[in-house]
């Protein structure tokens, strides 16, 4: 059932290429732990992604890249206890977008 309104914490928030916003996996997400985040957030090695705010790397083969259903970066990751910071799932745009 879909219904309109405000985005749920589950749900990535509506953009001008999807409208009607689009739903996280719960496997990246488990409800709350997916954000937006800005480009300048991401950044990028020969190695793979570079969570700026963290330092962590992520290999472009990694399994956690996930293609971007809107073009914007999204990132997944624990936001508290032992493993805060440690990225689920990064959503990146296709190259050129």
């Known amino acids: 059932m879909l219904c309109g309104g405000a985005a749920h914490a589950h749900d990535a928030k ?3 290429l999807l409208p009607q916003g689009w739903k996280y996996p719960f496997a990246c997400c ?3 732990d997916c954000k937006e985040v800005p480009q300048s957030s991401i950044g990028e090695r020969p190695e793979g992604y570079v969570i ?3 330092g962590e790397v992520i290999a472009y083969a990694d399994k956690r890249i996930k293609d ?3 073009g914007e970066f999204h990132w ?3 936001q508290a206890g032992l493993d805060a910071g440690k990225t689920i799932c990064l959503f990146v745009p296709p190259k050129g977008m």
């Open 52 to 54: 700026k705010g963290t």
């Open 14 to 16: 509506p953009t001008s």
């Open 76 to 78: 997944c990751a624990h």
């Open 30 to 32: 488990a409800n709350f």
């Open 68 to 70: 971007s259903p809107d």
